[in-house]
């Protein structure tokens, strides 16, 4: 006869039990099969062994002379041998689970995404190339209206427009001194093409360790027509990516990513600043050959022969800039924006933002640099740098005042202009790097990028 374990009310006895029935596992399931109540409990334990990778159940018989019909008619003090059936109690050696069992969630990964809408508008896209076309913001005359073809309502369609660097005042020669600024020249770099899009977390426009960018290069880069720059830290393409918050900012939690929308924009080099560029450059070049080494590491323009000009000084230092500020914060902290809103009174600003409408900003802590090379479409070779502007990191006041105007962005016209601060007189004048013009962007109305 097979005596069944009943369980012990001594803990030290419930630990013995508990390693026999581990070791033998059928007699528990027959004690279930049989209704015996006083042994349920330790069923549920230790008889099933479920393995997750293939929902199984496997049950191992006892190796005994008898078999397991027998000892079920034998079992005399169960009380209940006339509910037991006398055929043989079929105990399979595995079962599989029953197709019922519910199947495990599996992650749809970020860059599947459906086609429906979210929370803020817009339509998910299923890839991006569909993307690159979707996010590019059309380019107008200054004066031109725009204007929304289904509606025909104006001042209702994203637009840029370019404009000179000639509009902003910038820092001249004794600025320590006098504190006088004066028009800036000519840009030295235009702008091509502008995007906008939104995204769930940060993204970064360029690769620099895969060489590539995620969305399409302007169609300016596809004819092979390139900006010729001698001075390989000068680069092709100049990016300014915006990566605004969406979401109201917590004072007590502070975050430098989330749910926001990006504003990029795309420059080349100006005819007029490749040819002073290449000439300072190349005659720099030629005074290393002709004249001894004397141990300087030769990033002394002070002596260059090249004729003094409003730019040749503004050129050196963003020649300096790009070379020094990838790994260098102090260098990252001296690129400055202008920004100019047009009708600003009627948007209702806090007082100490209105001030700095047409001032120029310095961006710190939240300056962010990825430079290298990229291919184009025709193959061509191309040295880009993208300067992030990562407002998430902004200190909580600022960051509030700009979630709370992005309601009227949709309404606004505002001129900007990015330069290098400069701060000694072999800096100055400081000249205006790029400059556009922005009409009703809704940052609430962009696609939103699928990845």
Known sequence: MVKFRRKSKSKKKDKTNERQLKLTPVKTSLDRVAGDDSTRTIFTETNITIEETNLTIEVRKNPIDKSIDDKVEEKGDLGTKEAVPTQTVPVPVQVTAPTKAP?????VPATKLSNSKNEMGGQHLNSLSDFGDKCVIRE??????????NTEKSSSEPSWSKINGTRFSVRQPNYSTVKIKGTSAESLYECIGCCAFRSELRVGLMDSSSSSSILPLPAEFSDGDLPQLDDDRLPQMLIVHYQIPSESPSMFCKTEDGKGGSIAFYFIPSKSFCERSNAIFNEKQAKKKTTPYDGDDGDDDDDDDVDDDNITNAIKLFTEFCDKSEDSSSW????????????????????????????????????????????????????FFEFQINM????????????????????????????IEGRTDNELPECILGAIQLKHIDPTNLPLIPI
Not at 336 to 361: H, Q, R
Request: aromatic fraction near 8%.
């Open 103 to 107: 199947t495990p969630t599996v992650p």
């Open 332 to 383: 990252r902290s001296l690129f400055k924006i202008i920004a100019d809103v047009k009708d600003w009174e009627k948007y209702n600003p806090p007082s100490f933002i209105s001030k700095l409408n047409g001032k120029p900003l310095l961006v710190r802590k939240s300056a962010e640099v990825c430079r290298g090379v990229v291919s184009t479409s025709a193959g061509e070779k191309i040295r």
């Open 140 to 149: 107008t005359d200054e004066d031109e209206t725009s204007t929304d073809s």
């Open 392 to 419: 998430h990191k902004w200190m909580y006041i600022a960051k509030k005042c700009m979630v709370s105007l992005i309601p009227n962005l949709a309404d606004m016209v505002f001129d900007l202009g990015f330069t």
